[in-house]
């Protein structure tokens, strides 16, 4: 079933371009990694998707329109923007009370047993914990929250790096039963690698990349070309060229390149791209091109 | 019938529990529009504990102030015994008086404070979007926080005021008896019922219902304002006035101001004054002449309105 379905999805702000007509479609039960540059859009199309936002074009999210259904639609969709929206002022337990009291899916044993795992004590107030026990915190409301979609906008912004683990390690440990859909943004891309089932990249408002992790690693090859075979290399046309410590390493799209895997083999190590690699590949020319481009 | 009565008794306590998690499912099925009304409230009233915090400070203080005041009172009293009736209960009703109006006026300061800051607050400190993201819609965030200022304050505000009162009286009476006097005269001239229902009445008429549009307005800014939510609300309207005053010469807009504040003369008579005496009971006369006022119901679509605006400014409105 389809999560999120967006046509045109389209957002200006005055003569900026947030948004410029993305098409989207998020099928129940994936990972979905949302990642592009600062001032991309990730935030403004994860704020339309939630209802923060108005804008111009087709967007359903469950079967509802999140700009005018907001409310009803926070039943089943949960977010966490940042570390830094629990209020100040207010006490784990009122955070329980006030979650369980507003929201009818809401497990207040389970987030109880979440919180007790960690040092998060009840009584406390928001502003005295760290900004990793803030996080903590968020996560075990919104675990115990039984939604059909979780958005997540850089929910480890801040945190150092125990906690960025723990917390995607008990998102799916705990959490993600593969009947959910996750949708994540975040500059620390290396980190969610291994948890994301999608990943889009987003530039300038629009969608320039969009690919399964399986489809990854059947497409996509990295070698290290070795300095005999450079032509043969560069004659293939990889995606991209990037030297390390002297030595050449090529993208190929094993779509839009003719070569075959033992052609590729004899032209150096071929590996599975990270994401990383393919952002910079895809982004990096992308931008180049922009500066490049005449104004 | 029962439909769970015609099972076989060895299901009797199956059934039983099935029937106590249909009630419990009915229940919360009912109650369920109300929750996220009901839990609204008593979020603002963790955040913004100098909602009772004030009030119930001021009178303490009061009381601290006449417990130093009660060493006079057995010669006040023989004093007044010398006095006509009339002048009897105005000395003594007086200081009684005087505490109701100072928990109403603390309750209105903390109310036009509480409503300037409801719906800046949470966008300053980017709460806003942890509220969002539950399934509570901005009318019911809006409205339970003008709730507040319309009806929880002034509830709030006659309680302590009942209190403050009885303790008053308890502590004179303790004092009179103490030094072998008599309370039948400060008794007597206390009609305390009449005290308190003629308060309520002036809650609700005029914290409530006059004042609403006033709230309203702040509540408006308070959602709209990106910074400096108070200057917002009253230079627009000292703006208006004054070029009033300089393109007409007349003072109409100030003078409608005015009587809104001070209760008004024209539309709900000295009633509404919150200098009114206490002492005076509400007749149905009154009453009558309250709700026919057109200011009331005025003023009423006006607050309906600016609180509409308000739950469209909260949608659209992110963190500042």
């Given at each position: 079933m389809t999560c999120i379905e967006a046509r045109g999805l389209r957002k200006t702000f005055g003569s900026t371009v947030a948004l410029d007509g993305i098409n989207l479609q998020v099928q129940e039960g994936r990972i979905l990694g949302l990642i592009g540059p600062n001032g991309a859009g990730k935030t403004t199309a994860l704020n339309a998707i939630l209802g923060l936002t108005d804008y111009e074009g087709q967007l359903r999210v469950l079967g509802r329109d999140p700009w005018t259904e907001r409310d009803q639609l926070m039943r089943d969709v949960c977010f966490i923007s940042d570390v830094a929206v629990l209020p100040r002022w207010i006490k784990v337990s009122q955070t329980l009370d006030y979650v369980a009291g507003v929201h009818p899916r809401f497990d207040r044993a389970k987030a109880e047993g979440f919180l007790a795992?960690?040092?998060?004590?009840?009584?406390?107030?928001v502003r005295e914990l760290s900004k990793g026990m803030i996080a903590q915190l968020h996560l075990a409301l919104v675990m115990a929250i039984d939604a059909r979609l979780l958005v997540l906008d850089e929910p480890t912004l801040g945190l150092d790096i125990l906690y960025r683990k723990q917390f995607y390690d008990s998102l799916l440990n705990d959490y993600f039963d593969r009947r959910r859909t996750i949708l994540v943004t975040t500059h620390q891309v290396e980190e969610i690698q291994n948890v994301l089932t999608d990943v889009m990249f987003i530039d300038r408002g629009r969608i320039v990349f969009e690919c399964s992790m399986d489809g990854l690693e059947s497409r996509y090859r990295e070698v290290t070309v070795r300095p005999e075979q450079l032509a043969a290399a560069r004659a293939l046309s990889p995606m991209n060229e990037r030297q390390v410590l002297g030595r050449s390493i090529m993208l190929f799209d094993s779509k839009s390149t003719n070569a075959g895997a033992d052609q590729l083999a004899a032209l150096g190590d071929v590996r599975t791209p990270s994401i990383v690699d393919l952002f910079v590949a895809v982004i990096g020319s992308r931008a180049a091109y922009a500066q490049g481009a005449p104004q | 019938m029962n439909p769970m009565s015609s099972r076989s008794s060895a299901n009797d306590s199956q059934s039983n529990d099935s029937q106590v998690n249909d009630s419990q499912v009915v229940a919360r099925g009912v109650a369920a529009p109300t929750r996220p009304f009901y839990w609204s409230v008593r979020r603002e009233l963790w955040e913004y504990r100098s909602l009772y915090i004030a009030p119930l400070a001021v009178a303490a203080l009061f009381l601290f102030g006449f417990m130093i005041s009660t060493i006079h009172l057995p010669e006040k009293m023989r004093a007044v015994a010398m006095l006509s009736p009339m002048q009897q209960q105005e000395l003594i009703s007086e200081p009684y008086d005087f505490a109701a109006m100072l928990i109403m006026g603390v309750a209105f300061l903390v109310a036009i404070f509480y409503s300037l800051d409801a719906l800046h607050g949470e966008r300053r400190d980017r709460s806003i979007l942890f509220w969002k993201s539950l399934p509570v819609s901005d009318f019911t965030a809006v409205l339970s926080k003008a709730g507040i200022p319309l009806v929880v304050l002034p509830l709030l505000a006659f309680t302590v005021t009942v209190a403050l009162q009885w303790m008053m009286l308890l502590l004179s009476s303790l004092v009179l008896l103490g030094n072998g006097g008599s309370v039948a005269t400060l008794w007597r001239n206390l009609p305390l019922i009449q005290m308190w229902s003629m308060m309520l009445f002036h809650l609700i008429a005029v914290h409530s219902l006059y004042y609403a549009p006033i709230y309203g307005w702040l509540l408006l800014v308070s959602a709209w304002a990106r910074r400096a939510p108070f200057l917002w609300a009253s230079l627009p309207l000292i703006a208006i006035a004054v070029v009033e005053r300089i393109a007409f010469n007349t003072w109409h807009f100030a003078t409608l101001l005015q009587s809104r504040v001070v209760g008004g003369?024209?539309?709900?008579?000295?009633?509404?004054?919150?200098?009114?005496?206490?002492?005076?009971s509400p007749t149905l006369l009154d009453l009558g002449q309250f709700l026919a006022s057109p200011g009331l119901w005025i003023g009423l679509i006006v607050a309906a309105a600016f609180l509409f605006a308000a739950v469209r400014l909260r949608r659209s409105q992110g963190p500042i």
């Open positions: 795992k960690t040092s998060v004590g009840s009584t406390r107030k | 003369d024209s539309d709900a008579g000295n009633l509404t004054a919150p200098g009114s005496n206490m002492a005076h």
